[in-house]
Nanobody, 123 residues
Framework: QVQMVESGGGLVQAGGSLRLSCAAS????????MGWFRQAPGKEREFVAF????????YYADSVKGRFTISRDNTENTVYLQMNSLKPDDTAVYYC????????????????WGQGTQVTVSS
């Protein structure tokens, strides 16, 4: 089992930056692909970014491409989401999640989830 704890959320002005971290427990972190999702009030949870377990290939939602960067450090069991040029539309609770296989942009592919961290972008 993998347990994950997100951190790094907060309140930032539009155009600002935040870096989210997701610390995972267990020695098998490197065997999981990792993703970030977000859920805004009144909306469904949506895919944000993904990184493969070893090769490190990354994928992004069109809405964040060029502004967000996902990375991971398998020695520290941590995945990051660097968010730049933030917009009010980025306001949401952000979740990290671990997957062994499946469609990377669908939350059903993910086996473990963190508790979420709030990101609020003011205009």
């Amino acid at each position: 089992q993998v347990q994950m704890v997100e951190s790094g959320g907060g309140l930032v002005q539009a155009g600002g930056s935040l870096r989210l971290s997701c610390a995972a427990s267990g020695r098998i972190f490197s065997t999981y692909d990792m993703g970030w999702f977000r859920q805004a009030p009144g909306k469904e949870r949506e895919f944000v970014a993904f990184i493969r377990r070893r090769i490190g290939s990354t994928y992004y939602a069109d809405s964040v491409k060029g502004r967000f960067t996902i990375s991971r450090d398998n020695t520290e069991n941590t995945v990051y989401l660097q968010m730049n040029s933030l917009k009010p539309d980025d306001t949401a609770v952000y979740y990290c999640a671990a997957s062994r296989a499946g469609p990377i942009m669908r939350d059903v592919a993910y086996d473990y989830w963190g508790q979420g961290t709030q990101v609020t972008v003011s205009s």
